[in-house]
């Protein structure tokens, strides 16, 4: 059973190795110079991870710069395991002549951090199978209750959650989301979305987008490419 480490704990165990504490994970980023170099530093990480890359790694590379993320999935949190592989990967980082940092300072473009998006709601539960149908997002390991947050399942998105309101907003809501899929993937989204208690609000411009609501109005357009040439 992997220990699992308070806030507090996984901070102070990772801070002097150029790793921070964000949102329930452990993160590092490397400026590197091309991407060749940034998924080579990849692959050494999954080789000092070994058996546990897949349960606790997750990278990002771009030309630049490679971002580290460590979280067990089993529990959806820091374990002590992610500690002691945060510290090989910044053992093997540094035998490349390079120096894993959280990205802090005025001379770095920024630091490194995760995006939530919050939906406030007067019936949480009510609304979140449509975000989640809507969203293609699945629940999060050991958090799977009507008010829970929702999570992207292949982790390229921002995890959404959920804030209960105690009266309605009369206005209309200033912002959405925008869902852009693959246009043969629109019709099944928009069904499952519907099918989770939301409604379209409008089809005028499809198939570019459409607009859907959920059932406190909350609206999300789901997006091709699509009918937007000419």
Known sequence: MEQTLSRREASEAVQDHGWRYVLGTLQTSVPVGTLAQAVSLAADAVAVCGDDADRHLRVDVRPGLAVFTLQSSDH?????????????????????????????????????????????????????PFWKAVLGYADEAGAEGPEDPLVDPVWQGPAVWFQQMDRARPQRNRIHIDISVPHDEAPRRIEAALAAGGRLVS????????????????????????????
């Open 203 to 230: 089809a005028t411009r499809a198939p570019a987008f459409w607009v859907l609501a959920d059932p406190e109005g909350n609206e999300a357009c789901v997006t091709t490419w699509q009918g937007r040439d000419g």
């Open 76 to 128: 959806a949190a820091v374990t002590a395991r992610d500690v002691e592989l945060a510290r090989r990967i910044s053992a093997a980082v540094g035998e490349s002549g390079l120096l894993p940092e959280p990205g802090l300072g005025a001379g770095t473009p920024r630091s490194v951090q995760l995006l939530e998006i919050a939906i406030d709601a007067l019936d949480i539960a009510g609304i979140r």
